[in-house]
């Protein structure tokens, strides 16, 4: 089955070209050749908003122009969509997904790892403890406890 390509939606009226390349390189090239054609009109690091068009409206999010075309791919094309194989939640680039299970699963379930003064409870590798790892011990002031986590987490 032959997918459609995505269409640009960039400007108050959308070109409406077909994008054969959604990759954040793709799209830039099509940006600086179809809607910032002066040679001063584009620099990557000059700051703009960003003019594609959704249903609800104009995109109103400011970056820099060379990242236009990864938030593009990323937020409107969703190109780099990645799902977490354990709860399901949907994410658009690969090291949300990192940090996601890194540290907030909720679908990831116990091991009964121990290390250092943290249980873990995610099914990965224990590598350092994450804010919901460490056990609170109520005999210590939580300054100290503060103190002692990071301390572990940045020998780790």
Request: net charge positive; glycine share 8%.
């Amino acid at each position: 089955m032959a997918t459609t390509p995505a269409q640009c939606c960039w400007g108050s009226t959308p070109c409406r070209v077909p994008l054969e390349d959604i990759s954040a390189a793709g799209i830039n090239r099509h940006l600086k050749e179809h809607h910032f054609p002066g040679h001063g009109d584009w620099h990557p690091r000059d700051r703009g908003i960003c003019q594609w068009q959704t249903r609800a409206g104009r995109c109103t999010t400011e970056a820099f122009y060379g990242n236009f075309g990864k938030h593009i791919a990323t937020v409107h094309l969703g190109a780099m969509q990645r799902i977490c194989t354990d709860c399901g939640e949907i994410f658009s680039r690969n090291d949300a997904l990192t940090r996601h299970l890194e540290g907030y699963c909720p679908g990831l379930q116990p091991s009964g790892c121990q290390s250092g003064n943290h249980v873990c409870v995610h099914n990965t590798i224990c590598r350092r403890p994450r804010k919901h790892d460490l056990q609170v011990n109520a005999a210590v002031p939580m300054l100290l406890q503060v103190h002692i986590s990071l301390t572990m987490w940045y020998r780790n």
